[in-house]
């Protein structure tokens, strides 16, 4: 399990990649959604 | 049928189907994104000369093609608004805006920290990398301008303008890596011969592909209502809707 996360060495690059996708959906969806609740 | 999809046209018509296909177009994205994500960090194998770092293609690819081609559609939506004078036309160009910036920034981020490892920087003043900053800048600029014009009519003219002049950026990117000896990499992927990967890591990444399309027009739909509830506060129809949520 920390074998996957770890990602041969470049887990940073990789879930960096990942993570701040994730949170600029979510945030996109989340500043959407109050704007149509307005 | 033509009259029929006409009739759609008007943001009163529009908005009820456009309320019915977002749950679906957000649950496929999501069905999608599951499916792909699967395939890029169980079922692809490691790459030989990158390691695992060549995974993040998953994410940066299909939002770098997004990017663009949402930035065309962009500017096709505000084209048409401005030959035809279409009120939908320039409120589908502003819906599309933000997401399209959104993408840019995901290609440009995931594209820094892939770099990194296997370039050995996260930027270079690079023809692809430059440009596509140059399209984040577009995206930026449209949302800037079309905010700081109160009147619709002329903001959404505004918007047309600039972009259908920043369009010209969108084939400079795409044949950046052939016009300029760049950093960055060719394409893999080509409609004229075989792609240059595994059958798997190409599956992958048309399904985040496709997730991300779907993803766009979900939140395009939901952001072109709440686009068309602000400018037509006004009207009888929205005030029916609002005392009847």
């Not at chain 2, 069905?31 to 030989?48: K, S």
């Not at chain 2, 129809?237 to 009847?244: D, K, M, N």
Request: glycine residues 8%; positive net charge; charged residues 10%.
């Amino acid at each position: 399990m920390s074998e996957f996360f770890a990602m041969g060495g470049y887990g940073f690059y990789v879930w960096g990649s990942y993570g701040v996708a994730a949170l600029c959906i979510f945030l996109e969806v989340f500043f959407l959604n109050r704007r149509i609740d307005e | 049928m033509t009259s029929d999809l006409y009739r759609f046209a008007a943001p009163q018509a529009f908005f009820p189907v456009a309320g019915k296909l977002i749950p679906w177009f957000a649950t496929l994205a999501g069905l999608l994104a599951a499916a792909g994500l699967y395939v890029a960090f169980f079922v692809a194998p490691t790459d030989a000369t990158q390691g695992e770092a060549y995974r993040i293609i998953f994410i940066h690819v299909p939002a770098a093609w997004m990017s663009m081609f949402l930035y065309v559609v962009m500017a096709c939506w505000a084209g048409v608004g401005l030959a035809l004078n279409t009120r939908l036309s320039g409120m589908m160009a502003s819906a599309i805006a933000p997401t399209g910036a959104l993408f840019t920034f995901i290609a440009l981020w995931s594209g820094a920290l892939w770099g990194r490892p296997t370039w050995g920087t996260y930027w270079v003043w690079d023809a692809r990398l430059t440009s596509e900053l140059v399209l984040l800048f577009l995206y930026f600029g449209f949302i800037a301008l079309k905010g700081a014009i109160p009147d619709p009519v002329r903001s959404d003219r505004a918007g047309a303008i600039l972009a259908l002049v920043g369009v010209v950026n969108v084939p400079i990117i795409y044949f950046s890596v052939q016009w300029w000896n760049t950093l960055h990499q060719g394409s893999s992927i080509n409609l004229t011969r075989a792609p240059s990967m595994a059958a798997t890591m190409l599956l992958g990444m048309l399904l985040m592909a496709l997730a991300a399309w779907m993803y766009s027009i979900a939140t395009t739909l939901a952001r072109l209502r709440a686009i068309i509830l602000e400018r037509e506060r006004d009207a009888e129809w929205v005030r029916l809707q609002r005392s009847a949520a």
